[in-house]
């Protein structure tokens, strides 16, 4: 009964209020964190002042406070809110935040997608959220956290993940919290990576991550921790002590990497020997090693082998071509193919020698790396023009690009990918990006080639090749590309007309005309084109765009729905 009373007096008294001051009194309570309050009291004010603006921009501000951000989009639509985003600028931005703050603990596929969704945003909102993951119960999404952050690098978020590393539990996690806390060089972290180092139930991996990260830290190598690892029973922690002495700074320590050429790893006397070449070691000391480079050449061990051939180049160029030319006519593929990418490395001469290889050398992947070498090293004939308008047109293998090691020994391959469920479009995709790694590379030298190959791409609708590939044309070629791209937009082809108008708003900026085909395009297709066109309008920033993505706000995908959000600030910010 008293409670009754009490609501009773409350209401009369509230019906007593002024329009500004049930505006002043509503601000207050969401101030100070009551939207539940703040809520049923916009109810009421809504009926006695059903025409206040104030009234009805409140209304919605407390369902974002809620965190219902359903009910909170479907207000701003019906009050007409989201047709002026300059004067609704601040509610516009709380509805979007409510929907990349969807927080649900017990599902991860409701959270990772709003993670990802508030480090676009690059607001400091979005970070705190991100953070917030890390006291999460769930390990994929404390995972997602971390890797996330890693973006950020700021010492609040370092701070938040050093104190999440002392309580972290996961092995996983904390080698991603070291990797991170490296990679910011974050100092405070020393003394507890140091302590951490010195633990006995250390696994291989944790024990190189926190090595890493404290050589990342370091102002100044330290020798004494390199030294102790090269000295190390574990090859993981022996690699680790190669590549810190490869990125000192002080040119002697780099020959200390020679006294690992008789390493019992074969992939460590392979990284040694490599070594040896591409970080400039003096050649006296690359001298004194001839005899075991010579025997690693003839060795059993076709990579060692090749890596050896390639060292001795400085020093025995006559026997380095000659190994070097035997490997590119070997039977196995992988050989060829490192045999082809040295090949392209070394002296001027071997590049227009390459011409003579090139229609003779076994394997279209062994004459493709040896095309890829000469132009990525600035070399181009018509003998490399004529094989890539054959390869093109006629080779339908997949394909990959292949480094080692971080070495710049780029070889064409065939795909090694196998399908992976829960990557979209392997191994296509990467077989479609290493041909359009190819033809960036051929544009700086023959643009018009080039632009004929693109042309085929433009109706490839797979996961964004045809973006991938008009990109190519913007960044390499002539100012004219961009007009051609341009025209486009009014080709017959649908496919074509959409890719054209994705590349435009992403390097040439948004304007009408591409915000209409885009929108046009959106309904006719599936989910994965959906979220490609989503992307490509966010990335516009254009205002016009406002109204749409409000509307995707209401979509059944959260990935949608995390996307617009994201758009929905990005146009706001910017």
């Known amino acids: 009964m008293r409670r009754f009373i009490s609501c009773i007096c409350l209401c009369t008294g509230l019906l007593a209020l002024e329009e500004a001051e049930f505006v002043s009194r509503i601000s207050m309570l969401l101030y100070i964190g009551q939207p539940e309050q703040a809520y049923k009291e916009t109810k009421i004010a809504g009926k006695l002042f059903p025409e206040s603006l104030p009234i ?26 989201n047709q002026n985003p300059k004067e609704n600028f601040s509610l516009i931005e709380s509805v979007a935040w409510s929907f990349l703050l969807e927080k649900e ?45 890693q973006n950020f690098s700021d010492k609040e978020v370092s701070k938040e993940i050093l104190e999440a590393l002392i309580r ?50 370091e102002k100044e190598p330290n020798f004494k921790l390199i030294k102790k690892h090269r000295r190390s029973s574990k090859a993981a922690l022996r690699n680790l002590a190669v590549d810190a002495y490869l990125k000192a700074h002080h040119g002697a320590m780099k020959e200390k990497i020679v006294k690992l050429i008789d390493d019992p790893s074969l992939l460590l006397r ?10 400039h070691i003096d050649e006296e ?5 001839e005899k075991k480079l010579k025997s690693y050449a003839e060795g059993s061990q076709p990579r060692l082998g090749l890596f050896s051939a390639f060292a001795l180049l400085a020093i025995d160029p006559d026997y380095a071509k000659k190994r ?10 992988d050989t060829a193919e490192l ?20 229609g003779k050398v076994p394997g279209m992947t062994t004459r493709m790396t040896l095309a890829f070498g000469m132009m990525r090293n600035g070399y181009y004939s018509a003998s490399v023009r004529e094989f890539l308008k054959g390869y093109f047109k006629t080779e339908k293998d997949l394909i990959m690009i292949d480094d080692w090691e971080g070495f710049p020994v780029l070889r064409v391959t065939s795909s090694k990918i196998r399908f992976n469920y829960g990557i979209a479009g392997y191994p296509i995709y990467v077989d479609r990006l290493s041909r359009l790694h190819i033809l960036n590379v051929l544009a700086s030298h023959d643009a018009e080639l080039a632009r004929t190959f693109v042309k085929e791409y ?65 309904e006719k297709k599936k989910w994965e084109k959906k979220i490609e066109i989503l992307q490509s309008i966010a990335f516009g920033c254009d205002r016009k765009a406002l109204p749409f993505l409000l509307d995707r706000l209401g979509d059944s995908s959260k990935l949608i729905r995390t996307i617009a959000g994201a758009g929905v600030l990005q146009c706001l910010y910017r």
């Open 105 to 149: 603990e017990a599902n991860e596929s409701i959270l990772i997608p709003s993670m990802i969704g508030a480090s676009i945003s690059n607001d400091a909102v979005g970070i705190n959220f991100i953070l917030q993951g890390l006291y999460s119960g769930n390990l994929t999404v404390r995972l997602f956290s971390v890797r996330l952050a």
């Open 458 to 522: 433009l109706k490839d609708e797979f996961m964004g090749v045809g973006i991938e590939a008009m990109t190519i044309l913007l960044e390499e070629g002539k100012g004219s590309n961009f007009d051609w791209i341009r025209e486009l937009l009014h080709d017959e082809n649908e496919g074509v007309r959409l890719q054209a108008a994705m590349c435009l708003s992403i390097f040439g900026g948004m304007d009408d005309e591409i915000l209409n085909v885009l929108i046009a395009a959106y």
């Open 339 to 358: 045999a082809a990418a040295l090949w392209c490395l070394g002296e001027a001469e071997n590049l227009s020698e390459g011409d003579s290889l090139i």
């Open 56 to 81: 009805k921009r409140l209304k919605v501000e407390a369902q974002t406070k809620k965190h219902m951000a359903p009910k909170a989009l479907a207000l701003l639509r019906k009050y007409g809110f």
């Open 168 to 217: 972290e539990r996961s092995w996983l996690i904390r080698i991603e919290m070291i990797r991170t806390l490296g990679a910011h060089k974050y100092k405070p972290a020393l003394e507890i990576l140091y302590r951490s180092l010195g633990r006995s139930d250390l696994t291989v991996d944790e024990e190189a991550a926190l090595s890493k990260a404290i050589l990342q830290i």
């Open 270 to 279: 392979e990284k040694v020997v490599a070594s040896l070449t591409f970080f």
């Open 285 to 289: 000391c690359l001298a004194s090693q």
């Open 324 to 333: 070097l030319k035997e490997g590119m006519f070997a039977a196995d593929p």
